[in-house]
């Protein structure tokens, strides 16, 4: 089992910046591919971005490859999305999720969830 918690998020402007943070618990975090996921109002989840159990690999949405990067921390257990020339189609809640599975951008291949974090881009 693994328990994840999102921060980071809140209200910025549009050019802007933000640091989203993902701080996992329970089961052995490096053990999973972790990765981020956001939902728009009236969309359907989207895979943003993830990072392999080392650490060397990377997959990320082809729309925020040039401003979001993704990394992690094992030792603080915790995965980061930094996302930076923020545009307003960014505004949605960002969810952390694990999977077991490599490198997965698939919603059925994550096994755990966190509760989300709401970000919001002003024009």
């Known amino acids: 089992q693994v328990q994840l918690v999102e921060s980071g998020g809140g209200l910025v402007q549009s050019g802007g910046s933000l640091r989203l943070s993902c701080a996992a618990s329970?089961?052995?975090?490096?053990?999973?591919?972790m990765a981020w996921f956001r939902q728009a109002p009236g969309k359907e989840r989207e895979f943003v971005a993830a990072?392999?159990?080392?650490?060397?690999?990377?997959r990320l949405l082809n729309s925020v490859k040039d401003r979001f990067t993704i990394s992690a921390d094992n030792a603080k257990n915790t995965v980061y999305l930094q996302m930076n020339s923020l545009k307003p189609e960014d505004t949605a809640v960002y969810y952390c999720?694990?999977?077991?599975?490599?490198?997965?951008?698939?919603?059925?291949?994550?096994?755990?969830w966190g509760q989300g974090t709401q970000v919001t881009v002003s024009s």
């Open positions: 999720a694990a999977s077991s599975r490599m490198l997965g951008a698939r919603i059925p291949e994550y096994d755990y």
């Open positions: 329970g089961d052995t975090f490096s053990s999973y591919t």
């Open positions: 990072i392999s159990r080392s650490g060397g690999s990377t």
